[in-house]
């Protein structure tokens, strides 16, 4: 790995998004350069990767068979996007979650871009058909979506757009899984892709429980936390089926009728405001208080769980 000299390029990667990406990359030997219009955000980003990876190398967390100076020696920043972009093989676009935005900088990079290096996005829900529609290297694009924060998650949903080349998804496959993400393959694009889709189902039917008056919404998060999400953080609802009976057609035979009736009695699509949105921002901010600093250290908590829950599926048999 420490031989590897391509080069990655990422944009706006004073997010955490885009710092999570850099240190992955670099965790797998690759060197990586950072690009933002704003240099300031890039100097920042370059500081703060600093701080992160050498507390997660005492904390025994770093990824990769490198050390923390190694990786960060190979991570620089760059002004120029013409020079950041030349001679890399995969670009990752982290910029705010604006389809014009992203559109702006995808036609940039379709000016400068060759005809080899991989144009991808780290767009949540935005369609390829809207990000790269009318670009000369479509064929080249697609959205990579992390999940939040991608370096303790693994996740990545790779979203082609209808004319990207097969090539290029099996290429981003395959450096996701060099660099340690689990890669899933969306056939085709769907608003929301998989993740956020299965996501915003859950919270909608959450809402409506606590909306109905049929659960707290402390209690409710605990459906979740100390019930379907321990058993989901390590098989997922299809397996869950299979092994809840004699595998999956017994449980479609068994369970299919009590699901449907059920699944009749969901209701609309929430507005996610008034008397319950007021209701559920008490009731967590009973436990995590809405100031920065509350707020920060409950995510650091939640990173540390992160961390550790990762490393122990990382020594489990599959």
Not at 102 to 112: E, G
Not at 282 to 305: I, N, S, T, Y
Request: glycine share 8%; with cysteine.
């Amino acid at each position: 790995m420490v031989g590897w000299h391509h080069r990655l390029d990422g944009h706006e990667f004073d997010g955490l998004i885009g710092r999570s990406w850099a240190m992955l990359f670099a965790s797998a030997g690759f060197r990586v350069k950072l690009f933002d219009i704003e240099p300031r955000q890039v100097t920042d980003a370059l500081v703060s990767l600093r701080k992160e990876m050498k507390m997660l190398e005492l904390s025994g967390y770093l990824k990769g068979e490198l050390g923390a100076e190694e990786q960060l020696s190979l991570i620089s920043g760059c002004s120029d996007l013409r020079e950041a972009v030349e001679g890399a093989l995969h670009v990752q676009e982290c910029v705010p979650e604006n389809l014009e935005l992203k559109r702006k900088l995808f036609a940039q990079l379709d000016k400068i871009a060759d005809d080899h290096v991989i144009l991808s996005s780290s767009s949540s829900c935005l369609l390829p058909s809207k990000l790269f529609a009318g670009l000369a290297h479509v064929k080249q694009c697609l959205v990579a979506h992390p999940v939040n924060p991608p370096y303790y998650v693994p996740l990545v949903e790779l979203v082609p757009h209808p004319e990207t080349a097969p090539a290029t998804v099996d290429r981003t496959y395959a450096l996701m899984r060099r660099v340690g993400q689990s890669p899933v393959r969306l056939l085709r694009e769907i608003d929301g892709f998989a993740l956020n889709r299965l996501q915003y189902a859950v919270i909608a039917e959450a809402w409506r429980l606590v909306e109905e008056g049929v659960v707290s919404p402390g209690d409710l998060d605990l459906v979740m936390s100390d019930g379907l999400g321990l058993r989901y953080a390590f098989i997922g609802p299809l397996e869950t089926m299979h092994l809840n009976a004699e595998g999956m057609l017994s449980y479609c035979d068994r369970y299919s009728e009590g699901m449907k009736r059920v699944l009749k009695t969901f209701g609309p699509v929430p507005e996610f405001s008034g008397a319950t949105a007021e209701k559920v921002h008490q009731a967590m901010c009973v436990k995590v208080p809405d100031d920065a600093e509350h707020l920060a250290a409950r995510r650091a908590w939640r990173d540390g769980c992160l961390m550790r829950l990762a490393q122990l599926k990382h020594q489990l048999p599959q």
